[in-house]
């Protein structure tokens, strides 16, 4: 069992803007900028930084599949994929429920497809979409933060994440749930961060989190006994530094078995030299620079990432 890949497919937007669907609870989106940026302005920068960041990551040796979006339907979230499928060791792929109307549009069956062609062999699609009917999400690794050496899984509840559907999932793919809450304080108010991993990253060895997010004393001391027994050194990051995108980052590794540590260059920014410090130890930081995706997405790096778990087919179609 892996928990870290060295392949991962992106989705390169052409009509990237601020998803109005979807600022309703997720408070990074800048809504003071959308009104500044026009939309094609904004898809042609995101367009720009995607290309770098994809540039950047197969230099230094990360395998990244690459499949444009169509204007086909209203999809200005494509970019990150990560919220709407999981891909796993057993050939196993998950597709989840989502928020937004129009970020449901995004499941397309050509990702699949593309994935085959590049050689990975897909057996079973377990598909929780349904639960939208009823009006329940989980919004993929955006919810679901996988520690898949362990066989456990963090979620923060939230409205993208309903407690009863991951625990489903966890006993569908027999993981242990760490359940929590994680919030963010919104003009005096604390509300629940839309989506676990942008307060939270799970590496090989260790963990980047912001405990101070998580405000009832009794779940905040359940996830680090949690961590700590499975022996992940606990990366402390501030509120503060979640704002900057911090707890939004991957670890990879590249084709001569590196370890590659993903972030942007805001998050980076925000981090102390001591942190700075603690993660070098266990991997080289590759930090982008997205911040109009950042600013109007609401999602960073980890979020246009989707790890290819997937095992590779015996002839490649």
């Known amino acids: 069992m892996k928990q870290i890949t060295d392949t991962v497919f992106m989705v390169r937007p052409v009509q990237f803007r601020l998803n109005e669907q979807t600022a309703v609870n997720n408070y990074y989106q800048d809504q003071e900028a959308h009104q500044r940026i026009k939309?094609?302005?904004?898809?042609?920068?995101?367009?720009?930084?995607?290309?770098?960041?994809?540039?950047?990551?197969?230099?230094?040796?990360?395998?990244?599949?690459?499949?444009?979006?169509?204007?086909?339907?209203?999809?200005?979230?494509?970019?990150?994929?990560?919220?709407?499928?999981?891909?796993?060791?057993?050939?196993?792929?998950?597709?989840?429920?989502?928020?937004?109307?129009?970020?449901?549009?995004?499941?397309?069956?050509?990702?699949?497809?593309?994935?085959?062609?590049?050689?990975?062999?897909?057996?079973?699609?377990?598909?929780?979409?349904?639960?939208?009917?009823?009006?329940?999400?989980l919004e993929g690794t955006g919810s679901l933060l996988l520690d898949r050496i362990n066989k456990k899984a963090y979620c923060s509840i939230s409205p993208r994440a309903d407690e009863e559907l991951f625990i489903e999932f966890c006993e569908d793919f027999e993981y242990t749930p760490v359940i929590f809450t994680a919030y963010q304080t919104v003009e005096d108010d604390r509300l629940p961060i839309y989506h676990t991993n942008v307060m939270m990253a799970l590496g090989e060895n260790y963990a980047v989190i912001c405990l101070d997010c998580i405000d009832d004393k009794t779940e905040r001391k359940n996830v680090i006994k949690h961590l700590k027994e499975d022996g992940k050194e606990i990366i402390a990051i501030t509120e503060d530094q979640v704002n900057s995108f911090a707890g939004n980052m991957m670890q990879v590794h590249n084709q001569s078995g590196n370890r590659i540590l993903v972030m942007s260059d805001q998050a980076y920014q925000s981090l102390t030299v001591e942190q700075i410090n603690k993660l070098e130890m266990h991997n080289e930081i590759l930090h982008p620079t997205i911040s109009t995706i950042e600013t109007l997405g609401g999602g960073s790096v980890r979020c246009m990432m989707a790890e290819v778990f997937l095992p590779k087919s015996i002839i490649k179609k």
């Open 39 to 137: 939309n094609e302005v904004a898809n042609n920068q995101a367009q720009e930084e995607f290309d770098a960041f994809t540039t950047a990551l197969k230099n230094k040796g990360i395998n990244v599949i690459v499949i444009s979006d169509d204007e086909k339907n209203d999809t200005p979230d494509s970019i990150f994929p990560n919220n709407w499928i999981s891909t796993h060791q057993n050939g196993d792929i998950a597709l989840y429920p989502m928020f937004a109307e129009n970020r449901r549009l995004e499941r397309r069956p050509e990702v699949l497809d593309t994935l085959e062609k590049e050689g990975f062999s897909i057996e079973n699609i377990i598909d929780y979409t349904s639960a939208e009917d009823e009006g329940f999400f």
